[in-house]
């Protein structure tokens, strides 16, 4: 499967932003997530989604203020992202898992789960 990335941008302090990844096929049982890596750190999980089901999971630093979720229709899936603050700036990447873990109804992937990778979209937001 390949994923395309777009919506990244510049954007202001307090305001939004929403990502879409394309697959380019249909993907039910995959899991699905976005990461993301700022300058000089190291790629780190933002969100994630079984494609069949499920709840979506979080990381803390953005639970609250971003929203994943995606269209059966148009085999995408999109992160939402309000309340954008400039630690947010980084390249955001969507992945797809073909091997989903979920423990507890949980899915967290490692940056090492994930069968395959968008390119980056990047996202810088001013202060």
């Known amino acids: 499967v390949q994923l395309q990335a777009s919506g990244g941008g510049l954007v202001q302090t307090g305001g939004s932003l929403r990502l879409s990844c394309a697959a380019s096929?249909?993907?039910?049982?995959?899991?699905m997530a976005w990461f993301r890596q700022a300058p000089g750190k190291e790629r780190e999980f933002v969100s994630s989604?079984?494609?069949?089901?499920?709840?979506?999971n979080y990381a803390d630093s953005v639970r609250g203020r971003f929203t994943i979720s995606r269209d059966d229709t148009k085999n995408t899936v999109y992160l939402q992202m309000n309340s954008l603050k400039s630690e947010d700036t980084a390249v955001y990447y969507c992945?797809?898992?073909?091997?989903?873990?979920?423990?507890?109804?949980?899915?967290?992937?490692?940056?090492?789960?994930?069968?395959?990778w968008g390119k980056g979209a990047q996202v810088t937001v001013s202060s």
């Open positions: 096929k249909r993907i039910f049982n995959y899991g």
């Open positions: 989604l079984i494609w069949s089901g499920g709840r979506a």
């Open positions: 992945a797809a898992d073909r091997h989903p873990l979920v423990r507890g109804g949980d899915y967290y992937p490692l940056h090492g789960d994930m069968t395959c």
